[in-house]
Nanobody, 125 residues
Framework: QVQLVESGGGLVHPGGSLTLSCLVSGFTVDESVIGWFRQAPGKAREAVSCISASGLTYHYPSSVKGRFDVSGDSAKNTVFLQMKSLVPEDSGMYYC??????????????????WGQGAQVTVSS
């Protein structure tokens, strides 16, 4: 069965770094598209970053470009979201989502078939 399990969330001070993990079972991440989304309280969910089946990475909000990075570990069938220079506006629930057998990245929720449970990220002093 398909399952996405997120880990690595928590509390971090402004300016700090945090890495989220998305462990995938049921399909191979190397042949799929994995996207990262986040949702702050009272706001709509937004696409953050994505890694395509070919390994190309994308970052959608201008505020995260240069600070966030996406990578994958084939042996562990895991995708990571590395975040640095964090600011309070980065706080929210972070989700990984998958397009099994997909090739291209999209920033729309409807393009992703499977979702993780979410990991809370709080940036506060």
């Amino acid at each position: 069965q398909v399952q996405l399990v997120e880990s690595g969330g928590g509390l971090v001070h402004p300016g700090g770094s945090l890495t989220l993990s998305c462990l995938v079972s049921g399909f191979t991440v190397d042949e799929s598209v994995i996207g990262w989304f986040r949702q702050a309280p009272g706001k709509a969910r937004e696409a953050v970053s994505c890694i395509s089946a070919s390994g190309l990475t994308y970052h959608y909000p201008s505020s995260v470009k240069g600070r966030f990075d996406v990578s994958g570990d084939s042996a562990k069938n895991t995708v990571f979201l590395q975040m640095k220079s964090l600011v309070p506006e980065d706080s929210g629930m972070y989700y990984c989502a998958a397009r099994p057998s997909g090739a291209l990245c999209f920033d729309s929720d409807s393009k992703y078939e499977h979702w993780g449970q979410g990991a809370q990220v709080t940036v506060s002093s």
